[in-house]
């Protein structure tokens, strides 16, 4: 037999027969009206296992995380309020339904049988996955199932503190508020978490408010691998700056009580602490994952004999709140009441297409308070004696420095964040003087963590803020590469909107640096950015692009509520020449506060029919030198055209720039293998019948020294790729 259904039936005849485990008597700290809501809560949440189930079965429902065991977690909602964003534990369905309860008008039952059928009707996902969510109960759907959400939940804790400083435009959290995330007590051991937890602490020790109430809840084994005795109580108590609780989550009474101490300390004091709730893990970990494959026949019985509704009918009957027979009629009148729902839940309708899977990629926009660009008067108390170099030609690394300090003076909820961005102003200056100006609160020095970067980042996206996190070189982002393909880019397409994280991310990258850093500081591979659903990916080639382009991202953050990445190559920074030394042709004038490149433009040089050279980033600049040789040394007039935006790709506007010309050459300083010169090679292959040939990076690391860009393309390189395709 299913053990759902033994656990079920266990239940029901262990509760006629007053076959109650033993337990501590309840204390008082439930009213009977509270404690009976919570074992409604629970009942449901067991009601709503099993039903998945059966729809499973029967071919109505699909893949599903039950929460059966993890019911205890209704009496941590109690605790809370419904305005306390929550980042849930995949089995914190009870937690959900509890809280549910607190706002008028809402039905769990049938949001989450819709859920479970993947309908279109289901209204957090629309049927994209089964998950908790919903944005009246301010949870953010989360599809991790490690702790890939903790990050984000210390930034949504800091930005509640920064947001009384700072008000946001678009605040969503309220002043007093905290933040809570749960997670397994296998999750712990994650990267993810321990940088999580790591970085509550390092902020909470330098009195930094951080109202964020960590929950791991310990069912003593991750899928299949135990927890070791004391290892959770170890690895939290011990921990600076974290205030420890624990809970046996079977007694809902003592749960509520130790929840309800723990949230006031969070509430009171606006510092980290960490509740300690033991579970048992009921049906195994997953879908059709079978306990008795790889734990003791016994030790499966003893869990479920340990059933945490049973000690809620025992904790029930000696408060005097509701007999057993009450509550087992409490029980069967919520299965049959869910198994009548689920017949109707399967009936509606599903998603039919691959446009309505992808309507939510690409989140709603907002209405902003329009802004005319910082004042004239504001621009100069903040430039100070930088101003007179505001007229004069500079390389791109002083122009995006301009236009970060121009950002901010129009736009007070961005926030800048990263390692030594503050007094250093960055590996290589970017960010200089931007603190000093700006303050602490907006120039954030962060520890030296790229998960807790991007974290942060998340969060204080959830409530209002435009954050400009700064990753210091390329090759850091694999570090935290599921900040932001399983977190920040998922979102909006799994709550249909009603959740987004707008940023700018800013990442220096690319190689062609000369005798520093070999392959870590000259990672020339795009990949891993470009194939993220939704993710805009910018990357500035001319210095006069930079500030315009940063602008875009800017505004498709805080009126378009996309996620942006903004490459700037680190060997462009500090280019002055184009073609030889001390002609100064890669220096440009700043374009002021208000220009914009909008997404989709590209930049053209020239218009020379022979040959268009299709390149970004270093490759520009070298095919600028190579234009001028072929014109002057082969008589060849090419145009050179700057993509600009990598992802998603300019089509038509690449098409259009090329049209007329004989043969397109597309210069690539990523690699062969997974570079951008395969999609468009693709493009026009497919779209184009101009002569298309691609000169890429070899598949290889970088080195460092006097081959530093052995691998890489050449200006001759170029001249030789050009000159080799007009023969064909």
Known sequence: MDRAEIVHESFRSRVRGGDLPPGRAPDARLSAAEAVALFRAQCLSRALDRQSRVMQRQGQGFYTIGSSGHEGMAAVAHALRPDDIAFLHYRDAAFQIARAAQIPGQNMAWDMLLSFACSAEDPISGGRHKVLGSRALMIPPQTSTIASHLPKAVGAAYGIGLARRHPPEHRLLAEDSIAICSFGDASVNHSTAQGALNSAGWTAVQNVPLPLLFVCEDNGIGISTPTPKGWIEASLRARPGLRYFRANGLDLY??????????????????????????????????????????????????????????????????????????????????????????????RPHLDSA??????????????????????????????????????????GRLITFALTDLMLEHGEIVLMGEDIGRKGGVYGITQKLQSRFGTDRVIDTLLDEQSILGLAIGLAHNGFIPIPEIQFLAYLHNAEDQLRGEAATLPFFSQGQFTNPMVIRIAGLGYQKGFGGHFHNDN????????????????????????????????????????????PIALYPMRDL???????????????????????????????????????????????????????????????????????PEEALL?????????????????????????????????????????????????????????????????????????
């Open 355 to 396: 446009e309505a899977v992808k309507s939510t990629l690409i989140p709603p926009r907002r209405a902003c308070a329009p802004s005319n660009g910082p004042s004239e008067e504001a621009r100069a108390a903040v430039f100070g004696g930088d101003t007179k170099t505001l007229v004069q030609p500079q390389p791109m």
């Open 579 to 649: 073609h030889e030394e001390g002609d100064g042709g890669w220096m440009r004038l700043y374009s002021g506060p208000t220009q914009r490149i909008s997404l989709g433009d590209v930049g053209l040089h020239g218009d020379g029919s022979d040959l268009a050279i299709l390149t970004y980033g270093n490759g520009h600049h070298l095919s600028r030198q190579a234009q001028k040789v072929l014109a002057e040394g082969h008589g060849i007039d090419a145009r050179v055209i700057d993509i600009r935006w990598l992802a998603p790709l």
């Open 254 to 347: 003592e749960t509520a009580g130790i929840a309800a101490e723990a949230v006031e300390f969070v509430r009171r004091m606006r510092k980290p602490a960490a509740l300690h709730v033991e579970t048992v893990r009921l049906y195994g970990h997953a879908g059709a994952d079978l306990p008795t494959t790889y734990m003791p026949a016994k030790q499966v019985e003893a869990e479920e004999a340990n059933d945490p509704l049973l000690h809620s009918v025992r904790l029930l009957e000696a408060a005097g709140a509701l007999s057993r027979i009450d509550a087992l009629a409490i029980y069967e009148e919520t299965c049959a009441d869910v198994a009548a729902l689920s017949v109707e839940a399967a009936r």
């Open 525 to 568: 591979s795009l990949a891993v950015i470009r194939d993220i659903p939704g993710v805009i990916l910018a990357c500035p080639s001319d210095p006069a692009d930079a500030p315009g382009m940063l602008r875009e991202c800017v505004r498709l953050a805080r009126e378009e509520q996309r996620v942006c990445v903004f490459l700037e």
């Open 656 to 728: 259009a720039a090329t049209e007329g010309c004989d043969a397109v050459l597309i210069v690539d300083e990523c690699r062969r293998t997974g570079g951008q010169a395969e999609a468009l090679m693709t493009l026009f292959t497919e779209r184009s019948g101009t002569r298309t040939a691609r000169l890429t990076a070899e598949d290889s690391f970088i080195a460092t020294g006097p081959a530093y860009a052995a691998t890489l393309p050449s200006r001759d390189g170029i001249v030789g790729a050009a000159l080799a395709l007009l023969r064909r």
